[in-house]
């Protein structure tokens, strides 16, 4: 017995997502646009913190409400299981053999102790492939730090790299070793896939989500432990762009504020910029540089008076890199992702309707329509118990009551 | 595990790293460069003993083998015709256009190499309005929507100190171009994969790039926290030598957090062991009917920031693995080269470089096993100029003089 297979690349291939938040969920959502049958795994006693946390339907708080959870969930199959509760653990077991990949995030050992960990479970399915994925990985000494990606980002170094010089760290928005993290967990899992049907072989991940974020600065620390000196905050500031900044703009009626991002690459650019708003054309680069707080305050004289999008129009027509510093207002209207179909609707039984992210790319061949909005807890419990494994009503009635369920 | 497979990377520094992901898979990855060696080797920032050599393009060539080739010239196109011969992936992140006016767009590739995987990186996507736009790092964040997440909220929104956009879309190239393979094995063939960075910046916000269209409202920016209907809320705290990441919070997934932190006050005497009996899991719920006190959350907050600020980084982090905290130190650079986790964990290799020189690089993002056993690190150090003209060309037929004659006519 089966779930419904999905289309695409990537049908007929099964997942057991056990991960939260968003770090590893976000892999069990691309693989499910792309055809996968995914099976994500909740507990209603821990609530998973993508739940409570916004941006809600409505702005009204509630667990079913989160369009976080909503965005890395959809196309997803939901089962809940309390892995403390044997009989849980036992479902989980045949759901593993069922399963080619497993997702986790569990703080690392915990698995272990329920004999539930990948050292177990390729005794079952030597051939399986497993995702291990936590803030700072299985081994080490600080192997047991748990938390969210917003802990992650200042061990990965990333929250005291984003501020001013002169004030503490403001750090990037929320946990931000959950964005690229996935981004090499669903590379490895598909090339893991990829191996498994050549070779039989399975695979096993472990992930430090902070040591994926670490690539993202590697020019940073290689220069440091190359005898360089430590990159510090520098707000804006680009080491060989003037003006590089964010600059303040008229805002439009409602609105507080409206800023415009310019960066300006070369003396070919600074000419047609200067022209534009009146500044000396000849500066060089190291001119430039040199003269920054007034190169600056030349630009931002310039855009306070005008709207952001004419600032970005008038930059781009010449051939500077502008873009208004977007809302989530301006992005639902950004006639590019309105191109690229980025927004998708999709009916949801309590809402009526919700929205989603399409995926992160296009393929020519392999269009993706999101169909299923996340799943509401359990919601196709009965479905996996009873089709996929085949169990009585009166065998769920008695895992229900044993609390495998909860 | 990607050993059988051959990428053909054309990309320049705003794409390169989607290539080492394949390659630290065991991909056999193929810099491709114009004779003048590519942009990316003039992107900041640089070797301290070398003004002119690039880190950057170091940092993401580790793992690649590397050769030059004239695209604008119709015999150095030849040459990448052989080399896609052999090739399971293009990947490229010119200018949009660019490849099209070269003779290289998908179309002419595909109907030449039907199964070869076409992925391009570009700022905006390969079609549509924004297209053509000139793309930077700040302009793809502020498209995405996380920079104006981003910053104190005196001042104006402000990025990562190491621009990070153009590895976002770096990676979900890497990923897209994986589902293509797995979709060649359905089909027999290959197809375009179109990253936009603004799309991949757009990760980078939790899920807050919906707020509007969900009716929620618009998040605002806050240094050091969040700012939630107007109310800032510190989610830093300054300690000895630093600061720390600390979250507090009531409610049912993250109360229990807090009851943690409430037992480390007591036991490190900052904190009436009275206090022990209360349960922040249910605490706003209580509150909120009257039946908790409202100050009492604001005054364990308040003995919090007091405790911690007799603290140093180092050891909130014991703290925080003892008591089970949502916490941890802000990490600098020094202390992420001194960290006993990733010296643990062989974060740090030494690659020799071909002139000899040993560098140290960030390890491969991620620990695997195969068929339970380590899988190999890739330790190949970044190409020099042309370095494996000789060896990549002559494996797709070329002999070393007419390489000679190639590169004596600029076409290498």
Known sequence: MTLPVGSGPLAGVKVLDLSWIVAGPTVGRAMADFGATVIRVESPTRVDTARVVGPFHGDEPGIEHSGLYGNVNAGKWGLTLNLRVPEAQEIFRQLARWADIVSESFTAEVLARWQLDYEHLRQLKPELIMLSSTLLGQTGPYNQVSGFGSQGAGMAGVQYLAGWADRPPAGPFGPYTDYPAPRFALTAL?????????????????????????QLLAPALIDYKNGGPPLERRGNDDPQMCPHGVFPCLASEGRSESWVAIAVADDVQWRELAQLIGADASYSSDQRMQRKSEVEASVAAWTSTRASAEVEQALQSKGISAHVVSTTEDAANDPQLAHRSHFRRLPHSLHGETVIEGPRYILSDAPVEPTRPAPQYGEHNELILKELLGLSDEQIQDLAASGALS | ??????????????????????????????????????????????????????????????????????????????????????????????????????????????????????????????????????????????????????????????????????????????????????????????????????????????????????GAVEPERFGGGVKIRGQGIRGTADVL????????????????????????????????????????????????????????????????????????????????????????????????????????????????????????????????????????????????????????????????????????????
């Open chain 2, 1 to 214: 595990m990607l050993s059988p497979y051959r990428v053909v990377d054309l990309t320049d520094e705003r794409g390169v790293l989607a290539g080492q992901m394949l390659a630290d898979l065991g991909a056999d990855v193929i810099q491709v460069e114009p004779p003048g060696g590519s942009t990316g080797r003039g992107v900041a920032p640089f070797f301290a003993d070398r003004a002119q050599e690039s880190i950057y393009w170091a940092a993401y060539t580790r793992g690649k083998r590397g050769v030059t080739c004239n695209l604008e010239d119709p015999r150095g196109r030849d040459l990448l015709f052989g080399l896609l011969e052999t090739a399971d992936f293009l990947i490229e992140s010119s200018d949009v256009g660019r490849m099209a006016a070269l003779g290289l767009s998908y179309e002419s590739l595909h109907e030449r190499f039907p199964r070869l995987i076409y992925t391009s990186i570009s700022a905006f996507g390969q079609t549509g309005p924004k297209a053509d736009y000139v793309g930077s790092d700040l302009a793809i964040w502020a498209a995405g929507t996380p920079l104006l997440m981003t910053g104190d909220d005196d001042r104006p929104p402000i990025r990562v100190s190491q621009p990070q956009s153009w590895g976002h879309a770096s990676g979900d190239a890497a990923g897209g171009s994986m589902l293509a393979l797995h979709a060649r094995h359905q089909t027999g063939r290959g197809q375009h994969v179109d990253v936009s960075a603004q799309v991949s910046a757009a990760q980078a916000t939790l899920g807050q790039v919906l707020a509007y269209q969900l």
């Open chain 1, 190 to 214: 598909l090339a893991a896939l990829d191996h498994r049907n050549r070779t039989g072989e399975g695979v096993y991940i472990d992930q430090a989500q902070a040591e994926g974020t670490l």
């Open chain 2, 241 to 412: 030598d630093g600061h720390i990441v600390l979250m507090m919070a009531p409610g049912p997934a993250v109360g229990h957090f807090a009851n943690h932190a409430i037992k480390w006050l007591v036991d490190s005497g900052a904190a009436e062991p009275a206090l022990l009996e209360e349960d922040m899991v249910t605490y706003a719920d209580r509150a909120a009917v009257g039946q908790a006190d409202p100050e009492l959350f604001p005054r364990i907050q308040h003995l919090m920031r007091d405790r911690v600020a007799r603290t140093t980084k180092q050891e909130m982090l014991q703290v925080s693995i003892d008591y089970d905290l949502l916490l941890a130190p802000v990490l600098t650079l020094v202390d992420l080269g001194e960290s006993r986790q990733l010296e643990h964990r062989e974060f740090w290799n030494e690659i020799e470089h071909a002139d000899g020189r040993r560098v140290t690089y960030p390890g491969p993002p991620l620990k695997i096993l195969v068929d339970d056993q380590p899988f190999g690190h890739n330790r190949r150090p970044p190409p020099e100029l042309g370095q494996h003209n000789v060896e990549v060309y002559g494996e797709v037929g070329l002999s070393e003089a007419q390489i000679q004659q190639l590169r004596s006519e600029g076409v290498l």
